[in-house]
């Protein structure tokens, strides 16, 4: 199978790219042919901070310029237009008739991207998934940008939160098939173990309240120590 996944800034540090890697990385080891597209800007035009050069396991990257929709509006309504040209001659619509995947996967956290990446896949004829990492993505079309899932071959959501959370502005992700993202199993039996004096509490995240909760975590910490010095 011909594997295309599809991700802002690869090469940037980010959970969602480690993930991206670890598909890619995966996919081939087990014999598929994949390849990576990704925009190296931000959606705010900016270089992504935190380069760190991905590996290259045996899959290639193909670096482009996503397009995003424009919301046609009384005031513009040739963005009709533009939002079809989109489909057909953008960088990525290239892309997907050049290298012909079997199945496009979508990783994406701008909101705005969704239709237009939607919409080139449905006019090449080429299934799409949507994998769904968080909410916070939601870009000038709002949740009107959304409407595209019901029409793509299937919608992955990273919990349940984030299904339920998308799914109160699209209902068609309700029915979303909830993947929790998965561990290396046998790295983690090869690992060494970090020894240190006292006990303590790891997590893996960036410090970000407004879905990481460490506030939560913190607070919930303090009130363990009370009783476990």
């Known amino acids: 199978m011909r594997i295309l996944l599809v991700v802002e800034t690869f090469d940037a540090i980010g959970g969602v790219q480690e993930v ?7 996919f081939t080891r087990r014999g598929h042919t994949v390849a990576v597209a990704t925009d190296p800007k931000t959606r705010r035009g900016r270089p992504a901070a935190s380069f760190v050069g991905r590996m290259r396991d045996g899959f290639e990257v193909f670096t482009l ?9 009384w005031r513009h309504p040739e963005r009709i237009l533009r939002n079809a040209l989109v ?3 953008s960088p990525f619509a290239s892309l997907v008739r050049r290298w012909r995947p079997s199945i496009v996967s979508a990783h994406i956290w701008n909101w705005d991207l969704y239709p237009p990446i939607e919409a080139t896949c449905r006019v090449a004829r080429v299934p799409v998934t949507f994998s769904l990492h968080g909410f916070g993505g939601a870009g000038s079309m709002g949740g009107a940008a959304l ?12 919990s349940r939160g984030t299904r339920d959370a998308f799914a109160t502005v699209e209902p068609s992700v309700k029915d979303a ?16 173990p970090v020894r240190r004096e006292r006990p303590y509490l790891f997590c893996a ?13 913190l607070g919930a910490f303090r009130e363990v120590t009370l009783s476990h010095p």
Not at 65 to 73: D, G, I, L, Y
């Open 147 to 158: 409407a595209c899932l019901a029409n793509v071959a299937a919608v992955i959501a990273n």
């Open 65 to 73: 310029r996503f397009e995003n929709s424009r919301p046609a509006t």
């Open 20 to 26: 991206v890697y670890r598909l890619a990385a995966e």
């Open 205 to 217: 995240s960036r410090i970000e309240l407004r879905y990481k909760r460490f506030d939560l975590l």
């Open 177 to 192: 098939h909830v993947i929790i993202g998965g561990v290396d199993v046998e790295a983690a039996e090869r690992a060494e």
């Open 87 to 89: 489909a057909r001659a």
